[in-house]
């Protein structure tokens, strides 16, 4: 049985670099030499507690690979004003942190080595296409849990794939996005392109909101895969009757940047080369895993990390197959 097989176990994929930063921000953990570790340790506690809560038959960490040359070019300032990256709240005083974040990557990459876990990149492909591609087409024959706190990744929730939010300690599914935001997950991309992104420099339409579009507009809640189109059209209709909400009249006059929104937003192959989607499915299916308890240990003691649980990380990743 090769990975992309079928099997009743799920396909956990993680969202690499949300997790990390994740941990790095929050996890006060410190090697002996004094050295901050929380963002490698943590993610490596995390790995055990996934595979401890999904059972999974396949871990795969997608790792980002730079930005997105074709969003680009649809929109010089995507992500351009994007808030700067926290530093780890413990140690923003130290002159090295930015050093240390990325020590640490370059160290937790080595240690996932060692474990039965399979690591993705691709140069000058964002993690949120490759995860997407992968839960989409990789594993298209697979239950699929993708790991991340980005809501970007809604819009791929359907009843093969779910979404563990690991700050929300929550699973989003189906219901849980229409419950939360009144659109289905099959529509949330598209709503999301009237509302805007301010983490990703995407500005919205005034006066849209998840509910508000939701009320203005029913099937975004009741239909699958309402198109842009119809709503430019509803809206462009009830433009017209002067005792309509102002937010039509809005939509009308802003569908250029709508549309141009929906192009960014959308985690489509439209947005990889073939070469890019090629080289994912590829190192998928051609992936070679070398467990090595004894050097895990030993690049433990090298990095002079205790107290964490090595024998309790190697059981749990037993549940994954490398053949």
């Not at 993690?127 to 991340?148: L, P, Y």
């Not at 002067?242 to 141009?260: G, H, Q, T």
Request: glycine share 4%; proline share 4%; with cysteine.
């Amino acid at each position: 049985m090769t990975l992309l097989q079928e099997t009743s176990r799920p396909v956990v994929v993680i969202d690499g670099l949300n997790v990390f930063t994740r941990h790095y921000i929050a996890n006060p953990s410190m090697a002996e030499t004094g050295e901050p570790i929380g963002g490698l340790v943590g993610f490596l506690k995390n790995i055990r507690f996934l595979c401890e809560r999904f059972n999974p038959s396949t871990l795969v960490v997608a790792w980002e690979g730079g930005g997105s040359m074709r969003r680009r070019a649809k929109d010089k300032n995507y992500k351009g004003r994007r808030r700067p990256i926290k530093l780890n709240r413990y140690y923003e005083d130290l002159p090295d942190t930015f050093q240390n974040r990325d020590r640490q990557l370059l160290k937790l990459i080595q240690f996932i080595k060692l474990l039965p876990v399979m690591q993705i990149y691709v140069p000058d492909c964002e993690g949120d296409d490759i995860v997407a591609h992968m839960v989409r087409s990789t594993f298209r024959n697979r239950k699929c849990v993708i790991i991340s706190s980005d809501k970007d990744f809604y819009q791929c929730i359907d009843n093969r794939v779910s979404q563990w939010s690991p700050g929300r300690k929550k699973t989003m599914t189906p219901a849980t996005v229409l419950d939360e935001f009144g659109v289905r997950s099959s529509n949330f991309c598209l709503t999301r392109a009237f509302v805007g992104d301010s983490s990703d420099n995407i500005d919205g339409v005034k006066g849209a909101g998840f509910r508000t579009m939701s009320k203005r507009f029913p099937e975004l809640s009741m239909q699958d895969d309402v198109i842009l189109s119809d709503l430019i059209e509803t809206s462009r209709e009830k433009s017209s009757n002067k005792k309509s909400p102002a937010l039509f009249k809005r939509i009308v006059e802003s569908e250029k940047e709508i549309r141009k929104n929906l192009s960014l937003m959308t985690l489509t192959e439209k947005n990889i080369s073939a070469t890019q989607a090629l080289k994912i499915d590829s190192s998928v299916e051609n992936f070679s895993f070398s467990p090595d308890k004894f050097r895990l240990v030993k690049l433990f003691l090298k990095e002079q990390i205790n107290n964490f649980d090595i024998d309790a990380l190697w059981v749990s990743t037993h549940c994954l197959r490398t053949l």
